[in-house]
């Protein structure tokens, strides 16, 4: 079973920055589109960032430039350095490859806390 590991969370004040790891064990790792999500308390989960096998990026639209995501293939990690952050992007941040996102399979995230 694959599994993804984020780490990275915390509290931070609000404009501040927080980078984002997550690991995985997923041996084509480097092949694969990877994409980070987040899920708020009493909210769906949802898309945040994705990178695919070529390094093409897309991001969610109230990401707004605040975020970049990135990968090391060698470390099997993907990153989501978060600049600007708002209260509203408090949540649990998951990565995951989107196929396994959309049978509903995903590993453990990591809790982003911003103050106002």
């Known amino acids: 079973q694959v599994q993804f590991v984020g780490s990275g969370g915390g509290l931070v004040q609000a404009g501040g920055s927080l980078r984002l790891s997550c690991a995985t064990t997923?041996?084509?790792?480097?092949?694969?589109?990877i994409g980070w999500y987040r899920q708020a308390p009493g909210k769906q989960r949802e898309w945040v960032a994705g990178?695919?096998?070529?390094?093409?990026?897309n991001y969610a639209d109230f990401v707004n430039g605040r975020f970049t995501i990135s990968r090391d293939n060698a470390k099997n990690t993907v990153y989501l350095q978060m600049n600007s952050l708002k209260p509203e992007d408090a949540a649990v941040y998951y990565c995951?490859?989107?196929?396994?996102?959309?049978?509903?399979?995903w590993g453990q995230g990591t809790q982003v806390t911003v103050s106002s």
């Open positions: 995951n490859d989107p196929r396994w996102a959309s049978q509903g399979a």
């Open positions: 990178m695919d096998s070529g390094g093409r990026t």
């Open positions: 997923e041996s084509t790792f480097s092949i694969n589109a």
